[in-house]
């Protein structure tokens, strides 16, 4: 989650790293010296397809097998908000279980309100908030009005461009 590199007048330089545990959601924090090594972990990622959300669970399908997996809506975090219907995701497995879900970096979505521009901002590049189709509020440059489909970015949550 956390990664901050430490170098003490006394003594040897260290990280202090706050983990997560994917599995249950605990977090850790743990010291770790320059000289000591971190075994890697081999994950598994398959192509998915995700389908549809009931309520707090997400259902996903293999698009191979076509067999379907149930996941918790938190495992994507804020994330979650951008899946479309049919959208292809890429999940990591460890053990055949499922660890995380990567969607693409960014999605197209349409704007459903935006706030009117601020006469006297224009001087500097301003941005006003916008809220998408999906609930998600992002800034956006003064131009861009409502009914507008626009590219965001999943992880980041801001606007990249016009959508073609």
Do not use: C, W
Request: no cysteine.
């Amino acid at each position: 989650m956390k990664i901050q590199h430490t170098q003490p007048g006394k003594g040897g330089a260290y990280m202090q790293v706050e983990m997560k545990n994917l599995r249950d959601g605990r977090k850790n924090n743990v010291r770790f010296r320059s000289a000591e090594t971190v075994e890697r972990v081999r994950l598994d990622t398959k192509d998915f397809q995700f389908l549809f959300a009931d309520g707090d669970m997400l259902t996903f399908m293999d698009k191979e097998t076509y067999d379907q997996t149930n996941l918790p809506r938190d495992l994507l975090g804020d994330a979650a908000a951008f899946l479309q219907d049919g959208m292809d995701v890429v999940m990591e497995l460890y053990d055949e279980e499922p660890i995380s879900v990567q969607l693409p970096d960014t999605v197209e979505a349409t704007i459903v309100e935006a706030d009117a521009v601020v006469k006297g901002q224009t001087a500097s590049s301003s941005y006003k908030p916008a809220l998408l189709d999906n609930g998600v509020r992002v800034m956006v440059p003064p131009h861009i009005g409502s009914g507008t489909k626009i590219v965001v970015d999943v992880y980041e949550q801001t606007y990249v461009r016009r959508a073609d």
